[in-house]
């Protein structure tokens, strides 16, 4: 199994539509959790941390299901502007400096 | 305050070439990291950087050297260039472990 695997998509919603996107992590003892933004040809971007209890920032929600062993990211209406890549990303066990782990990402291309 | 800038943002070289690229950050961050991004296969960390001076392996380091004689910089580098050294390179820096903020990307081409 992967370290961090995502459904690469693409996603392809309609403007205001709600998606969700799956990621899922092979080390149990992971205890940081983020969802970064990449635009095309761009650099990545932090878009939130996950937390155990879940946290919301506008139209979008991050979940953490430790047992499971898998994070949500939860887009609510849809705009044009989230069209991007979403990189799920876990820390390493122990958390020492460059133990991130990135997913390939997912691609939601959102239309008019 | 620009952030984390990346020079040259394209480059092409031929195998056997070598070459440096430069990253420098004004954010006074300590954790500096050089990644490495292909279609399909998602970022993969190069070499990292805990502090001026120091430097350690990441997850595919062959055929790289870096070096961090001064804070803001991190240089890496390829002495004898590979087509499959092709690639978008990223550089990152933190003040912390998982807030990385990125560069624009190196675009390389190894013909």
């Known amino acids: 199994r992967k370290e961090v695997e995502q459904d690469p998509g693409p996603f392809n919603v309609p403007e205001g539509a709600t998606v969700a996107f799956n990621c899922t992590y092979s080390?149990?003892?992971?205890?940081?959790f983020f969802w970064y933004r990449q635009d095309c040809r761009k650099e990545p971007k932090l878009l939130m941390s996950?937390?155990?209890s879940g946290n919301e920032d506008g139209r979008f929600t991050a979940q953490l299901n430790r047992a499971s062993q898998y994070i949500s990211l939860l887009i609510r209406d849809s705009k044009l502007s989230d069209s991007a890549t979403y990189l799920c990303?876990?820390?390493?066990?122990?958390?020492?400096?460059?133990?991130?782990?990135f997913g390939k990402g997912t691609k939601l291309s959102v239309k008019p | 305050n620009a952030g984390v800038t990346q020079t040259p943002k394209f480059r092409v070289l031929k195998t056997g070439q070598s070459m440096t690229l430069l990253c420098a950050q004004d954010?006074?961050?300590?954790?500096m990291y050089w990644y490495r991004q292909d279609p399909g296969m998602g970022l993969r960390l190069i070499h990292y950087?805990?502090?001026?001076?120091?430097?350690a392996k990441g997850e595919v380091p062959d055929g790289y050297n870096v070096s961090r004689l001064k804070k803001q910089n991190f240089l890496l580098g390829l002495e004898s260039a590979a087509p499959s050294q092709t690639s978008v390179y990223f550089c990152?820096?933190?003040?912390?472990?998982?807030?990385?903020?990125f560069g624009p990307g190196t675009r390389l081409t190894v013909t």
């Open positions: 990152a820096s933190s003040p912390q472990v998982y807030e990385q903020y």
């Open positions: 080390n149990s003892a992971s205890q940081s």
């Open positions: 996950v937390y155990s």
């Open positions: 990303v876990v820390m390493r066990e122990g958390g020492s400096q460059g133990n991130l782990i």
């Open positions: 954010m006074n961050h300590e954790y």
């Open positions: 950087s805990v502090g001026e001076g120091t430097t």
